[in-house]
């Protein structure tokens, strides 16, 4: 059992930054690859980014490649996601969610395989 926390969310204007934390609870969290997702008001899930359970690999959407950064420190339990240059079209829900079959990262972006998933921080980028 994992549980997820997701903190680090909030106002911030366009062009600015912030960095969103997923604390995890459990012994092995570093088995685990872990997602981010978010989700605007009256839209789907999307899609941010991804992280092996070692922390080698990484994979991104189009949408936020070069934008954000997706990193983990497994001795903390821990996954970041750095969110640089953000425009208000960045507004939503932000959630993390960790896969416990650890795939290949090329392959989550698929919400439907995650085991767990945390409530959510929201981010707001005014203009």
């Known amino acids: 059992q994992v549980q997820l926390v997701e903190s680090g969310g909030g106002l911030v204007q366009a062009g600015g930054s912030l960095r969103l934390s997923c604390a995890a609870s459990?012994?092995?969290?570093?088995?685990?690859?872990v997602g981010w997702f978010r989700q605007a008001p009256g839209r789907e899930r999307e899609f941010l980014a991804a992280?092996?359970?070692?922390?080698?690999?990484?994979y991104y959407a189009d949408s936020v490649k070069g934008r954000f950064t997706i990193s983990r420190d497994n001795a903390r339990d821990t996954v970041f996601l750095q969110m640089n240059n953000l425009n208000p079209a960045d507004t939503a829900v932000y959630y993390c969610?960790?896969?416990?079959?650890?795939?290949?990262?090329?392959?989550?972006?698929?919400?439907?395989?995650?085991?767990?998933w945390g409530q959510g921080t929201q981010v707001t980028v005014s203009s």
């Open positions: 992280v092996s359970g070692s922390g080698f690999s990484t």
């Open positions: 459990g012994r092995t969290f570093s088995t685990y690859g």
């Open positions: 969610a960790a896969d416990s079959t650890n795939p290949i990262v090329a392959t989550m972006s698929n919400a439907d395989r995650y085991d767990y």
